[in-house]
Nanobody, 126 residues
């Protein structure tokens, strides 16, 4: 089992940037696909971004495409989410997740990621 811990959340004004990080322990992430999801109050959890085992393939939700960038460092067992041009509708708790399936496909957003972090809050003020 992989343990994941997110960091980097906070309060930012609209148009600003934040960088979320997720550190793993318990197992190397080198063979895992990794993802970021978010959940706003009163809403269902939604997919944000995913990256395959090597970092060579990424997938984004339409709502964040061009503004967010997912990356990973397999030497440090971490995954990051660089968020730019933030909007109030990006306000949510953000969760990183790991899936033992190393590749990502169009089905990745609905896949059952097996390991989850506890979440970090991102609040974007208007």
């Amino acid at each position: 089992q992989v343990q994941l811990v997110e960091s980097g959340g906070g309060l930012v004004q609209a148009g600003g940037s934040l960088r979320l990080s997720c550190a793993a322990s318990g197992r190397t992430l080198r063979t895992y696909a990794l993802g970021w999801f978010r959940q706003a109050p009163g809403k269902e959890r939604e997919f944000v971004a995913a990256i395959n085992w090597s970092g060579g393939s990424t997938l984004y939700a339409d709502s964040v495409k061009g503004r967010f960038t997912i990356s990973r460092d397999n030497t440090k067992n971490t995954v990051s989410l660089q968020m730019s041009s933030l909007k109030p509708e990006d306000t949510a708790a953000y969760y990183c997740a790991a899936d033992s399936t190393p590749v990502i496909t169009k089905a990745t957003p609905t896949r059952d990621f097996g390991s989850w972090g506890q979440g970090t809050q991102v609040t974007v003020s208007s």
